[in-house]
């Protein structure tokens, strides 16, 4: 009777991990879980979403087409709207980032000011995707010789 091939092992190559598909990173710090940062973080969203509302109203006034950003009330990024100049596309936020970052062991410590405050409204920020792993990854040296 004809069996079925054996799996090989290939020593060159390192172990798989078993993780699922979320548990890759993990949020350091715990701050993030806590029930003020979830308010203040509601409360720069319904801010956010009455900004996006107020550049609607100013673009259906001048007679522009609505972009695709504000099919649904959401915050928009920041970073696109400094550079939308000659219509260029509005993204979606949906990372609210510190622009100075907090501190890692004590979010509320700025050890006299090298961190920033995590509940201030001056320090913080809406961001898309693609412009938080930016930010983040010059912050954190990701990928740097």
Known sequence: MPSLPKSRKRPWRPERSKQGAHEGRKIKNPFYQTMPWRNFRAEQKEIAIQKAKQILK??????????????????????????????????????????????PADAFNTQSGYYGEPLDPANVQWLCTTHHARKSGEEHKFHRK
């Not at 696109?80 to 949906?94: D, E, I």
Request: hydrophobic residues 35%; proline residues 11%.
């Open 58 to 103: 100013e673009l259906v006034a001048g007679g522009q087409p609505v972009p695709e950003a504000f099919q649904k009330p959401q915050p928009l990024c920041e970073t696109c709207l400094k550079g939308n100049v000659f219509g260029k596309t509005y993204r979606a936020a949906s990372v609210l980032d510190h622009i100075k970052p907090i501190n």
